[in-house]
């Protein structure tokens, strides 16, 4: 069964840095196409984030050069480092197939305030 489970956010200052974990169980994981998605209070979730089975990444543009999708096929684990976060950035964050046909875990919280 394939289930999806992140973890990592938290509260922190504007300019801070999280570190995201999603790990993934089933045989699916290092096949795929993984992304990173996010869902700001009121908004629609929007993919901020993909990598490829063979480490190619692509961003959003309001994330270019802050945040860094990474993944470990043998850990089937996720990874999205946020550097110099935005007020803009908060939201709940999930991981999910670049298509987002797969079961949607519970995300994890991010937000940027002071």
């Known amino acids: 069964q394939v289930q999806l489970v992140e973890s990592g956010g938290g509260l922190v200052q504007p300019g801070g840095s999280l570190r995201l974990s999603c790990v993934a169980s089933g045989n699916f994981f290092s096949i795929r196409t993984m992304g990173w998605f996010r869902q700001a209070p009121g908004k629609q979730r929007e993919l901020v984030a993909t990598?490829?089975?063979?480490?190619?990444?692509t961003y959003t543009d309001s994330v270019k050069g802050r945040f860094t999708v990474s993944r470990d096929n043998a850990k089937n684990t996720l990874y999205l480092q946020m550097d110099s976060l935005k007020p803009e950035d908060t939201g709940v964050y999930y991981c999910n197939s670049r298509s987002g046909l797969l079961p949607w875990g519970q995300g994890t919280q991010v937000t940027v305030s002071s």
């Open positions: 990598i490829t089975s063979d480490g190619t990444t």
